[in-house]
């Protein structure tokens, strides 16, 4: 059973700093291709960051390019993603992801999803 938990969400005045991570269990971690998206309230699911099997291939949304850093640590089943200079709209839920397939910001390129954890940042 493959499963993806987030953490590391939580609520941080803006310009602060929030570090999430994902671990994964029940599959071959270092194989899959991983992402981070957010889901802000009223809006749909967007991508932020995406990142190869061996990290050399990396992307990240114009929105918070410069301000945030994706990252994998295979030997540990587990995405990072470092949050700097926080803004208020960067408030959302915060879902990490795996494909199989391809790296992508599209949804339906993603085979797993965790549960999510949320970001608050207050102005």
């Known amino acids: 059973q493959v499963q993806l938990v987030e953490s590391g969400g939580g609520l941080v005045q803006a310009g602060g700093s929030l570090r999430l991570s994902c671990v994964a269990s029940?599959?071959?971690?270092?194989?899959?291709?991983m992402g981070w998206f957010r889901q802000a309230p009223g809006k749909g699911r967007e991508c932020v960051a995406t990142?190869?099997?061996?990290?050399?291939?990396?992307y990240y949304s114009d929105s918070v390019k410069g301000r945030f850093t994706i990252s994998r640590a295979n030997a540990e089943n587990t995405l990072y993603l470092q949050m700097n200079s926080l803004k208020p709209e960067d408030t959302a839920v915060y879902y990490c992801?795996?494909?199989?397939?391809?790296?992508?910001?599209?949804?339906?390129?993603?085979?797993?999803w965790g549960r999510g954890t949320q970001v608050t940042v207050s102005s």
């Open positions: 029940g599959l071959s971690f270092s194989a899959y291709r």
């Open positions: 990142i190869s099997r061996s990290s050399a291939r990396l």
């Open positions: 992801a795996a494909s199989r397939v391809m790296s992508s910001t599209f949804e339906s390129d993603y085979d797993y």
